[in-house]
C-alpha cells in the first residue's frame, strides 16, 4: 500500500453533518404523506422470509384437511340420520333390490301343517325385525354416522336372515314338545 | 482486555441489535428510525460532502437519502442490505446532482492551483489538494474513488453500488490513481509517491 493510498484515506475519511441534522430529516418525514401500502405490496410482504413460513404452514394444513375431507365424503356417501334410516340407501338402485330380498326373506313359504302357529311365528318374526330396527337409532341417538350402505344392506339382511333361522327353530322346538305330550295325554 | 473471541460476540450483538431496530423502524417506530440516521448519517454525508464539494447542498442531498430510505423501510431486509442500498441511492443521487449542476463551474486538472508548503509541514493541504485533483475527475469516476478511499470498498462491492463492470470500476481507478500520482509528482516531487 503506498503512502498515496494512505493520503487519499485520510482526505476522504467520513464526515459529521450538522448537530440537527436528524431533526431536520425527522421535519422532512414529518410533511411527507404517510406512505401508501398497495395490495401488492401488502403480499409481497406475506411472502417475506418469517411471515412466509407461517403463511406456507396455514395454507398446507389447509390444503390437507380439504383434501381429508373431499376423500372421506367420497368413501363415507351415505350418512344415518337420527331416525336410523340410512339415507344413501333410499337413492341407492341396489336399496330395492335389498328391499325384494328382505322380503322373499319374510315370504318364505312355511309348511302348511302347522298353520295358526307359522302366523304366529310371522308375527314374531316382525315383532323381532321391530326390536331389531329400534335398536339402530338408540345407539346411533344425537349423532349422525356416515356408514357405507352395502355394506349396512347386507348386515340387515344377514340380521333378518339370524332372526327368522331362531323363530323357526323356536316354533319347530315348541311344535315337537307339543307333539310328545299329545299321545302321553291320549294314552 | 476483551479477546477475538468478545469481540466477535460484541460485533454479533451489535448486528442483531441493528437487526432490531431496522425491524422496528420498518414497523414505524420514529425513535428506531432516529437511531438508523445517526448510525448512517457520516456515511451518507461524507459521500455527498466529499463529492459535491458543498456542506449545504450534501446535507440538503443526505436528508432526500434519508427520507427516501423512510419511504422504503419495507424493502430493506438487513443491516449489510440497507447500507448497500444507502451507498447506492446516494452515490446515484449525487451523480444526478452532479450532472444537473453542470453550470458549476469545473476546475480542469491544468488549473488546480499547486501548494507552496511541503505536504510534510501541513497535511491539510495536502488533502486539499488531493480533493481538488479528485473534484476535476469525471463523476463516474470521482464516486469510484470516493468509494474505494471513504468506504474502504472493493472494486467488485463499487462495481455492484454504481452498477457497472468490475474492469470498468478498475480501469477507472488505474487511470484516477495515475492522473493523481502525475499532478502530485509534479507539484510536490517524489516526496510521498
Given at each position: 500500500m503506498s503512502r498515496l493510498d494512505d493520503e487519499l484515506r485520510m482526505a476522504f475519511r467520513r464526515e459529521q453533518p450538522p448537530v440537527d441534522f436528524t431533526d431536520r430529516v425527522f421535519a422532512k418525514v414529518a410533511r411527507q404523506p404517510a406512505p401508501r401500502v398497495r395490495w401488492w405490496q401488502r403480499v409481497a410482504e406475506l411472502l417475506q422470509p418469517p411471515k412466509f413460513r407461517w403463511v406456507a404452514i396455514g395454507a398446507t394444513a389447509a390444503l390437507l384437511v380439504a383434501i381429508g375431507a373431499a376423500q372421506y365424503a367420497r368413501l363415507h356417501p351415505a350418512v344415518i340420520d337420527d331416525s336410523g334410516k340410512v339415507a344413501a340407501v333410499e337413492t341407492n338402485p341396489h336399496a330395492s333390490e335389498t328391499a325384494k330380498d328382505a322380503g322373499s326373506l319374510q315370504a318364505v313359504p312355511a309348511p302348511e301343517a302347522p298353520a295358526p302357529k307359522l302366523a304366529q311365528s310371522h308375527t314374531s318374526v316382525e315383532r323381532h325385525m321391530a326390536a331389531a330396527s329400534n335398536q339402530t337409532p338408540r345407539n346411533t341417538r344425537h349423532m349422525k354416522r356416515v356408514v357405507n350402505p352395502e355394506a349396512e344392506a347386507a348386515k340387515e339382511k344377514v340380521m333378518l336372515a339370524l332372526h327368522i333361522t331362531s323363530t323357526t327353530l323356536n316354533d319347530a322346538q315348541r311344535a315337537i314338545g307339543d307333539d310328545e305330550e299329545k299321545p302321553q295325554r291320549s294314552r | 482486555m476483551v479477546g477475538w473471541e468478545g469481540t466477535i460476540a460484541l460485533e454479533n450483538q451489535a448486528a442483531v441489535a441493528l437487526e432490531d431496530t431496522l425491524e422496528r423502524s420498518a414497523q414505524g417506530d420514529q425513535l428506531a428510525f432516529a437511531d438508523i440516521v445517526r448510525q448512517h448519517q457520516g456515511m451518507v454525508f461524507g459521500l455527498a460532502c466529499h463529492f459535491l464539494r458543498d456542506r449545504s447542498l450534501a446535507e440538503e442531498l443526505s436528508q432526500e437519502v434519508f427520507l427516501n430510505l423512510h419511504q422504503n423501510l419495507?424493502?430493506?431486509?438487513?443491516p449489510a442490505h440497507l447500507t448497500f442500498w444507502l451507498r447506492k441511492v446516494t452515490s446515484h443521487r449525487c451523480i444526478d446532482q452532479a450532472r444537473r449542476q453542470k453550470v458549476r463551474p469545473q476546475v480542469s486538472l491544468e488549473d488546480v492551483p499547486e501548494p507552496f508548503t511541503h505536504p510534510t509541514e501541513n497535511d491539510l493541504l495536502l488533502s486539499e489538494l488531493l480533493k481538488r485533483v479528485v473534484d476535476a475527475l469525471p463523476e463516474k469516476a470521482r464516486m469510484v474513488v470516493i468509494l474505494r478511499y471513504?468506504?474502504?470498498?472493493?472494486p467488485a462491492e463499487i462495481a455492484k453500488v454504481l452498477e457497472m463492470p468490475v474492469n470498468t470500476v478498475k480501469s477507472h481507478l488505474r487511470r484516477s490513481l495515475s492522473i493523481l500520482r502525475d499532478k502530485l509528482s509534479r507539484t510536490l516531487g517524489e516526496v510521498i509517491l
Open positions: - | 419495507r424493502s430493506i431486509k438487513s471513504q468506504e474502504d470498498l472493493e
